[in-house]
């Protein structure tokens, strides 16, 4: 019986010491194939050339990052706010037409989808189908763009009709508009950037590798106009990226973009200025990237990369916001919305005052009044409107700096109801004039 228990002893332990010799041998296999791994990544199967714009090319040699930048064109409904669905602003808000009266963007204005499709839906916009546009347009519309501009120059490339380089525009955002192709390294490939950097006294060649990762989204993702004849890009940031700076620019160097048919104002419009927010906002203090909440950093299998699935933060909040924010995923997202619905309301509020000043603007000029005595409430109008598009064309509903956008706001309505009592008061002078009262 002892002999017994002994023998089944020796066995338990046999068996256990096999079992053990195993398993240390698969956990050093498996760490030996992601060592292997890691170290093949990334597989060197093509030269990709200098000029090489198409990703699946890059693709060949980047799988994993190819595969996230195809999931671009895909369709992952609506946020709160945004999402990739498109959809017609002008009919889900028909103040704009008003607002926007006389400019592209009163014909059409629709919510953006993927990278994917950033050439594909400028050129079926009604914007570039019914209006002449420069070619200043294909910037960062088009990988193509660095190419024209390097064949062109700078100046030719941008004021040539968007028509006429239309057959030379084949692909939409491109591996090339970010990176090295000889090094891999992030870079800055749109020459309006790195102008309008330099103007602000920063070298981007100096840049650190957290900064770029905020850069190159910048390169696209912020206000601009087309100055001169040569309608050259331009980022009117020499003064400084709020839009108190960017207000006193536009004043310097003279530039509107369109006249209101309802109200004659001289306007502005602002387009996309996601930079610009974000940079007065709390996560660019504390040294947060564009691409940390946008296209953060994942792993298959042993490797790294950063998510090429470019898309709202809200469809990736354990990536995007728990790697920092130990919050539950629900609690976070109703912090996002609750900015964002804040922010919404204060956008509604400031049409409303908008809309009014338009109103008074549109009665005094119906009246008679002149030029000269509605220059003050039309100067209004537009510094109002600036403030409005700023926010309400910035693509995080305020998010990427609440209080900022608050405050941009504030000033907007002030400025609304000022255009509004500054026309309302000809109204009345006149009205007194003509009834001889005191």
Not at 162 to 170: F, G, R
């Amino acid at each position: 019986m002892k002999r017994s228990r002994q023998a089944l002893l020796y066995a338990f332990v046999f068996i256990g010491a096999v079992l053990l010799t195993v398993g240390v041998a698969a956990l050093l296999l498996n760490i030996n194939e992601r060592q292997n791994e890691a170290r093949q990544s990334p597989l060197r199967i093509v030269e990709i050339g200098a000029d090489e714009l198409d990703p699946a090319v890059w693709g060949q040699n980047f799988p994993v990052q190819y595969e996230m930048f195809q999931r671009t064109a895909e369709n992952y409904g609506r946020t709160t706010f945004g999402g990739s669905e498109p959809f017609s602003h002008l009919e889900a808000n028909p103040n704009l037409l008003r607002l926007y009266a006389g400019y592209a963007f009163s014909i059409e204005y629709n919510e953006e989808r993927g990278h994917a499709y950033a050439l594909i839906d400028q050129r079926e916009s009604e914007r570039v189908l019914q209006r002449q546009q420069p070619g200043a347009c294909a910037n960062c519309h088009s990988a193509e763009a660095p190419l024209l501009i390097a064949e062109m120059g700078w100046e030719e490339f941008n004021h040539t009709p968007y028509n006429d380089l239309s057959a030379n525009l084949h692909t939409g955002s491109s591996c090339h508009d970010c990176h090295d192709p000889e090094t891999m390294e992030l870079t800055i490939t749109r020459p309006a950037f790195i102008n309008a950097m330099a103007a602000r006294g920063i070298d981007v060649a100096e840049a650190t590798q957290q900064e770029m990762r905020t850069y190159v989204c910048a390169q696209c993702h912020v206000e601009y106009y087309f100055a001169g004849e040569d309608k050259v890009l331009t980022f009117p940031w020499a003064n400084g990226l709020s839009i108190d700076n960017i207000e006193t620019y536009y004043q310097e160097v003279g530039h509107i973009d369109w006249t209101n048919p309802e109200t004659g104002s001289p306007l502005l419009k602002m387009q996309h200025p996601e930079f610009e927010m974000y940079s007065s906002g709390i996560h660019s203090r504390a040294g947060v990237a564009c691409a940390d909440c946008h296209m953060p950093y994942t792993r298959v299998g042993s490797v790294k990369y950063s998510d090429h699935w470019l898309r709202s933060p809200l469809t990736n909040v354990s990536a995007a916001c728990q790697t920092c924010h130990n919050v539950d995923e629900d609690e976070l997202i109703s912090r996002v919305v609750a900015i964002q619905t804040t922010t919404a309301g204060l956008v509604d509020d400031t049409e409303v005052a908008i809309l009014a000043a338009m109103d008074a603007i549109s009665a005094a000029m119906a009246g008679g009044a002149t030029d000269e005595q509605l220059l003050d409430a039309r100067t209004l109008h537009r510094g109002a409107q600036m403030r409005w598009d700023f926010v309400s064309s910035e693509n995080s509903t305020g998010f990427h700096s609440p209080q900022e956008a608050a405050r941009i706001l504030a000033e907007a309505i002030d400025l609304a109801r000022q255009a509004q009592i500054s026309a309302l008061s000809i109204e009345l002078a006149e009205t007194v004039s003509v009834t001889g009262g005191s």
